[in-house]
Each structure stands twice: as C-alpha cells, then as structure tokens.
C-alpha cells in the first residue's frame, strides 16, 4: 500500500513502525473472511482492511481520532486471525496497538464509556479489588437484565452476568513462594500468577504446579510480580502497561540472577502474547529494551514448556475432549498442534471444532464492552463446539473459559487440569 507520511511524521518511532506495516498490505482482502466482526457485521469498516484504511488515513493527516474510527476499532477483538491470514505478514497487531494509544490521545470519550473502562482499569488488574467486585456483583445479579436494557448501563448488566455465582477460596499457589521439585531437579521456571485468574479459578495455577514439580522441575511464584498489563495495553493505556511490564521484567530477571530461570511459564494464553510481546513494547527505553527481550524470549506458554519434557504415552481415557483453540495461543502465540498432541498423548480423544479460527467473543473486556457481538461470537462458538459431541472442553486462557462455560453445560477446563489429572494428579473437582 502506497503510503504519504511526511519526514516530520517518520521522525516519529510509532509513526515509522505503523508506516512499514501499513506498506505491506496490498488490499487484497483475504483477511475479510476469517476476522470475527466482518463475518459477523459483514461491514467492510469493521474487516481487518477497512480497519487499516481507517487507521492510515487517521495517523497520515495526523488528525485526532473521530467517532466512526473509535467505532470500528472498538469493535475489533485483537483476535488476530487477519495476521494468521494474511499472506503479505501484515503486523496487524502492532498497528491497532498504536492506533488504541492515539485514540487513548486524542479522543475524548462519552461519559459512560470513560466511567466503564476507568472502572475495568482501576479493577481488573488487581487481584483483591478483584474479588472484591466479584462478591459485590452476586448482590447485583438480579438487576443485570435491567441494567442491560438500558444502552450505557450494558457493560455493567454484562459484567453481572459474567460474575460468577461463586468464587473459590483465595490459593496458595498465587502467594509468592518456592514449590521445590520432588526428586531430583531438572528444571527451575517461574510462573506467572495472574490477575484475574487466581481469583476465577486457582486449579489451573495449582495442578501447573503439582504437575511441574511431579516431574522435577522446581517452581517459584516471585515476590512483586503485577498484572502482565495485557487489559489495559488493549483499552491503549500505554504508561499504565509499560509500567506493569517493567515491574514484572525487574521481577523475573531478579529471580534469574537468583538462581536462574528455564522459562517463565503462563497459563493463560492472553498474558503469554503480551509478555511474549514486552521487547517490542520496551523497544524504546533504553533501560528496559534488552531486559524485557531476555523475558519474552523467557515467556513459555505451560503447554510449550510440558513438550520439552518428553511426558509418556497413558492409556486410553475414554473421554472426547473438543478442544478450544484461544485465538491469543493460535494466532497470538502460533501455537496449535502442540497443546493437542499433549492431550492425545495423555491418552484423550481430541477433536478441533468447527470455525476454530473464530474468536468465541470473549477478548479481554470485549464481553463486558462489544456484549452483543461479543453474545453472537459466543452462540456460534458454542453450536460448533457440541457438534463434536464433546465429553468436555480443553483450552489454555482463563478469558475463554468465562465466557464459553456461560453457553454451554459441558463441563470446560484448562489444558493442564486435564493433563495434570492424566500424570498422576488429582481428578478436577468439576468433574468429580
Ligand atoms: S484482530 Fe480479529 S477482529 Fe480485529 S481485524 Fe483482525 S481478525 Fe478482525
Ligand atoms: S490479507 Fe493482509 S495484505 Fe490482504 S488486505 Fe488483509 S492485511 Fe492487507
């Protein structure tokens, strides 16, 4: 794509990157038919294409974002899939992520839509304010449906409704600590605890651990670690994430000098595509570039790491897991084959789903913020689902799981519970 940005404008870092991305794509739209929104909306301004004309005509007149750009690029999920499309390497992603810190810049928002992402931003992130909101929302349930009759008050009703109706006791596991390694150590990792998901649902941390340390490998929850800033760096708060970024690369290079780390391991797919991404984010701080390289080149989604070790063949399980492909792990990280042959090697029937390149809606605060495409992404992922006619569901981020076990009575679990379960652990209370 031919582009007309002024050498003033390419002075600017930002501007320069977005400019190489944009030069790459050649209009050829094949992103169109595997981006959620346009096979949804069917609107050329809510595809992948129509979003980077967007965006290129915005940052080359340097014009301060409008209403009908903030619409559309609200309603992308950063699913992702365009770049998985994409034949020409379209960085969609660096793009709208530039174009989210311009709106963040440049646009003022309407009073309820600022009022509700401060709300998520102020909250989200931090594990005890969390689950504080989370008690306070049983209270609220019943008026959710009220709530959501009423435009502004939608994101609220959407959050009441995600709330779930109890929340499990706070874990060991999220405390820092070392988890030594039973027999001899082979291995020493740090696991990322997480924000949300420690509150939502500790399991997934707890059999990570249980099974990292069956198999020799010593386990450290570090002292200090934040949110990765994945929430906020998708609402285009650029300061709020950078600074989360370089509290958890001070942490994590802390415990490698300690006594050295063979990975940082996550558990939920959406944080790994951000950690995975904090070299680029801290490209420019001279302080904190080559620091937060080492961390991504560190960042090892849980199932990435459990294939270095070479785990045996277990007998045949007799269960059929449909297996949930997080569009963060298939088309953030590139990861697809191996958290299934993980699965089939623990002896469970694996299917892939129909559409498995569509995002099942949820996307960080998408669910609370775009409900009703977020409802249509849902129902649909759902349907493609139980057509396998799954005994449960298998996928590696927390986000996935809220927002698909609110459509279905199939019971959905973290990969590693199941694999866990498989290797000598303990079978999931869901499904005792
Ligand atoms: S990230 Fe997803 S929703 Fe956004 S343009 Fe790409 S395919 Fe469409
Ligand atoms: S597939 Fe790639 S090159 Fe083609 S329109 Fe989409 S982003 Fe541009």
């Known amino acids: 794509m031919q582009t007309n940005f002024t050498a003033e404008q390419l002075a600017d870092p930002h501007v320069a990157t977005s400019e190489k991305i944009l030069r790459k794509c050649v209009h050829c739209g094949f992103c169109t038919a595997t981006c959620p929104t346009y096979v949804t909306l069917g609107n050329e301004l809510d595809s992948p294409r129509g979003r980077i004309y967007l965006i290129k005509d915005m940052l080359e007149n340097g014009r301060p974002a409008d209403a009908e750009v ?37 646009y003022k928002r309407p009073f309820w839509n600022r009022l509700t992402r401060n709300v998520l931003a102020a909250v989200l992130p931090y594990p005890g304010r969390f689950r504080l909101a989370l008690k306070a929302a049983a209270l609220g349930r019943p008026f959710a449906g009220l709530l959501k009759r009423v435009k502004v008050l939608e994101p609220f009703g959407a959050m009441l409704e995600l709330a779930p109706r109890t929340l499990p006791k706070a874990s060991d596991s999220a405390r820092p600590g070392t988890h030594p390694a039973a027999g001899p150590r082979r291995g020493r990792v740090a696991i990322l605890s997480g924000c949300a998901q420690p509150v939502l649902k500790p399991e997934i941390n707890e059999a990570t651990i249980r099974l990292l340390t069956r198999l020799g490998v010593e386990v450290v929850a570090p002292a200090g670690e934040v949110c990765c800033g994945s929430l906020v760096h998708h609402m285009g708060r650029e300061a709020q994430a950078l600074e989360a970024a370089r509290r958890n690369v001070d942490v994590w290079l802390g415990e490698v000098e300690k006594g050295g780390l063979d990975a940082i391991i996550i558990t939920a797919s959406g944080c790994g595509t951000t950690i995975k991404d904090y070299g680029f984010m801290l490209r420019l701080d001279p302080a904190y570039a080559d620091k937060a390289a080492r961390v991504s080149a560190l960042a090892k989604d849980v199932t990435e790491y459990l294939s270095t ?124």
Not at 91 to 103: E, F, K, P, Q, S
Request: hydrophobic share 35%; net charge positive; with cysteine.
């Open 70 to 106: 903030v619409t559309h690029i609200d309603r992308c999920l950063s699913c992702l899939a365009c770049t998985t499309t994409c034949p020409s390497g379209v960085d969609y992603m660096h793009l709208v992520d530039h174009a989210r810190v311009h709106i963040e810049e440049t």
């Open 309 to 432: 070790l070479d785990l045996p063949q277990q007998e045949a399980r007799g269960l059929t897991v449909a297996y949930h492909s997080a569009c963060s792990m298939q088309h953030g990280q590139k990861i697809t084959m191996v958290p299934k042959t993980l699965l089939k090697k623990a002896g469970f029937v694996v299917r892939d789903p129909a559409e498995g390149h569509l995002c099942c809606g949820s996307a960080g605060t998408y669910n609370i913020l775009q409900s009703e495409i977020s409802a249509k992404l849902k129902a649909r992922k759902v349907k493609n689902i139980e057509a396998t006619k799954p005994d449960l569901i298998a996928t590696g981020n927390i986000g996935c799981i809220t927002q698909i076990v609110t459509g279905t009575a199939i019971p959905i679990l973290h990969t590693v519970e199941l694999l866990d379960w498989a290797y000598g652990g303990k079978k999931p209370a869901m499904l005792s």
